[in-house]
T-cell receptor
Framework: NAGVTQTPKFRVLKTGQSMTLLCAQDMNHEYMYWYRQDPGMGLRLIHYSVGEGTTAKGEVPDGYNVSRLKKQNFLLGLESAAPSQTSVYFC?????????FGQGTRLTVV | GESVGLHLPTLSVQEGDNSIINCAYSNSASDYFIWYKQESGKGPQFIIDIRSNMDKRQGQRVTVLLNKTVKHLSLQIAATQPGDSAVYFCAEATINQAGTALIFGKGTTLSVSS
């Protein structure tokens, strides 16, 4: 049982490049989330989805886009990466009572 | 802006002692609160949650207390062990028409020495 799987685990981008982070869950959860974690800032919600085909903005959505074409996958896109987007990104999916997190993606934008 | 915070960024305890990690929140409409543990290099792991209509909930070696009067949440860990060393986050969840969004506090680093 894989739970929540994030790919890739590490990535270095140049400023202006684009990339997509993939989150996959095998628990048939409706709710999925993308967070970023920065030193001293805790986890901040970027975007979330309450079901296939739906997405909503979180606390810090600027510079990111998301898609939920399939229930099990939640994609986070960076169209034009900036150094301020250097962070650790966590995906989570949620049952009615508990959220399960992936292992994180460490992204560095140079 | 952030509505969940913690009183102390770090807490150091001796093995075997009880630990208390505190959290203050500002959104009185939150439906439930959760504590997460995050070990180095890993994603957060669920520890325990408490609904807004409760004031205490116990798990294995952990107890969460909710004081809605002063908007305060605490996590008590009994007989703290070195394996408890991690960053602990409180989070609040509000269920609305758009769904449920978890908002996290900044975290408290718990260090347990032998």
């Amino acid at each position: 049982n894989a739970g929540v799987t994030q790919t890739p685990k590490f990535r270095v981008l140049k400023t202006g490049q684009s990339m997509t982070l993939l989150c996959a869950q095998d628990m048939n959860h409706e709710y999925m989330y993308w967070y970023r974690q920065d030193p001293g800032m805790g986890l901040r919600l970027i975007h979330y989805s309450v079901g296939e085909g739906t997405t909503a903005k979180g606390e810090v959505p600027d510079g990111y886009n998301v898609s939920r074409l399939k229930k099990q996958n939640f994609l986070l896109g960076l169209e034009s990466a900036a150094p301020s987007q250097t962070s650790v990104y966590f995906c989570a999916s949620e049952s009615p009572t508990e959220a399960f997190f992936g292992q994180g993606t460490r992204l560095t934008v140079v | 802006g952030e509505s969940v915070g913690l009183h102390l960024p770090t807490l150091s305890v001796q093995e075997g002692d009880n630990s208390i990690i505190n959290c203050a929140y500002s959104n009185s409409a939150s439906d439930y609160f959760i504590w997460y543990k995050q070990e180095s290099g890993k994603g957060p792991q669920f520890i325990i949650d408490i609904r807004s209509n409760m004031d205490k909930r116990q798990g294995q070696r952990v107890t969460v207390l909710l004081n809605k009067t002063v908007k305060h949440l605490s996590l008590q860990i009994a007989a703290t062990q070195p394996g408890d060393s991690a960053v602990y986050f409180c989070a609040e969840a509000t269920i609305n028409q758009a769904g449920t969004a978890l908002i996290f506090g900044k975290g408290t680093t718990l260090s347990v020495s032998s």
